[in-house]
């Protein structure tokens, strides 16, 4: 495998995955983040969506609560994380997919979603596996289909300003906090970048984007 196919852990290091959910419902908000990313996705009836890095599979499984009559994909490198995803699964009693798979070669054929949401999972990739995994989702999606994401983006206040200055200095997370991912965004394709109001976390300005394939 090579170097930029390398998948980071939720939290850099595998040992540390079970501590993943705590961490994200006590420092990221992210019962309010992550709902009002299926908000802005506007899921309808019939939808096709894929949770793309959907880690332990909190979004994916909220999708799907949200939505009863949507299919709803979940995929992810890690399988520890997929393996704690499909315990919260059966215990919320949802029925989805959870597929192992790089988010930057995506085992699925052309124009088969309808929308792509991705929380979180960005600022593990490095630049060109951002902008791979970027033109890998939008050949999945099809014509008019949405891409939404939640992920830390250029900081907005003194406090997120100041987390920057050290996150930045990260390869994978430096062009989030640089504000570079609408501009990527769209060299993959993609037309009408929006940027939502963006939340503020104790690691930094955490920005949602949308954006439409052409169609």
């Not at 993959?188 to 169609?215: D, H, I, M, N």
Request: charged content about 25%; aromatic content about 8%.
């Amino acid at each position: 495998m090579e170097k930029s196919d390398k998948y980071i852990p939720a939290l850099g290091h595998d040992w540390l995955t079970p501590l993943y959910d705590p961490l994200q419902r006590w420092v990221m908000r992210e019962d309010r983040f992550k709902s009002a990313l299926v908000d802005q996705a506007q899921i309808l009836p019939g939808h096709r969506v894929l949770d793309l890095g959907c880690g332990t599979g909190t979004l994916t499984i909220l999708i799907k609560q949200i939505h009863h009559g949507v299919e709803v994909v979940g995929l992810d490198a890690d399988p520890k994380a997929l393996e704690i995803a499909r315990a919260k699964a059966a215990k919320a009693g949802v029925n989805l997919t959870l597929d192992h798979g790089m988010a930057s070669r995506l085992p699925y054929p052309d124009n088969v979603f309808d929308r792509v949401l991705s929380s979180l999972i960005f600022h593990h990739l490095t630049t060109e596996n951002k902008q791979q995994t970027l033109r890998e989702t939008f050949r999945v999606l099809r014509p008019g289909g949405e891409l939404h994401i939640a992920d830390f983006g250029k900081p907005h206040g003194a406090y997120s300003r100041l987390v920057s200055v050290i996150m930045r200095r990260f390869e994978e997370a430096g062009d989030n906090f640089r504000g570079l991912l609408p501009e990527m965004i769209l060299r993959a394709g993609f037309e009408k970048v929006e940027e939502p109001a963006p939340f503020t976390t104790l690691f930094g300005t955490l920005a949602p984007y949308k954006a439409r394939k052409p169609g």
